[in-house]
């Protein structure tokens, strides 16, 4: 892959990573360690493929499945997840961009760090926004969304870089739209109301 294949491939990978860090972290170890798809990423990174790491993403990703399900639970997580996110994004694109592409790992980590940073700042955002509008019934279901589109986003971005590339930017200009959106209903509310 060239330089460009290598960043695209980039963000496909770390920005699922600002819906859920840890079902990108312990996709990519899993196939750095059975080899799937001709997926590798860098040392340090491959200690991702390391047993004892897969477990205990595997136990955290357990246990923000469940947080992320439960309203006020929810957004005490997401604010713990302002930096972890972030971070994961950025080992993921560090840790396989170097492999594909040969981008600096500093560089390569920052991009990742403002790919799932954008993606989780619009998912910490808006799950308010669903929690004082559906009277917290809502959060399960957007969390449950939330998990589906990061497996497939994961998933795709292992099988086909390009193509979650393009989805994931996809969604985050449709998620900040409805965000833009709401507030916008919300000004004009609160300017008939004076």
């Not at 040392?43 to 897969?54: N, Q």
């Not at 971070?87 to 403002?114: E, K, M, Q, R």
Request: aromatic residues 8%; glycine residues 8%; positive net charge.
């Amino acid at each position: 892959m060239d330089i460009l294949s290598g960043i695209i491939a980039g963000f496909g990978l770390s920005a699922p990573a600002g819906l859920n860090a840890w079902i990108p972290l312990l996709a990519a170890g899993l196939a750095h360690k059975f080899q799937l798809f001709n997926f590798r990423l860098n040392a340090p990174f491959d200690i991702l493929a390391d047993t004892w790491v897969l477990v205990a993403l595997g136990i955290l990703l357990f246990i923000e499945i469940f947080a992320d399900k439960i309203p006020a639970i929810d957004t005490v997580n997401d604010m713990i997840h302002t930096v972890i996110r972030p971070a994961a994004g950025g080992i993921l694109f560090a840790g396989h961009s170097g492999v594909v592409g040969n981008i600096d790992p500093t560089a390569a980590f920052i991009l990742g760090l403002l790919a799932a940073g954008s993606v989780h700042a619009v998912k910490a955002t808006s799950r308010p926004i669903i929690t004082a509008t559906t009277g917290g019934i809502g959060n399960p279901i957007v969390s449950m969304l939330e998990d589906i589109v990061a497996v497939i986003a994961t998933a795709m971005a292992i099988i086909a870089p390009i193509i979650a590339a393009v989805m994931m930017a996809l969604i985050l200009v449709v998620a900040f739209y409805i965000v833009w959106r709401w507030r916008a209903r919300r000004r004009r509310r609160k300017a008939a109301e004076i």
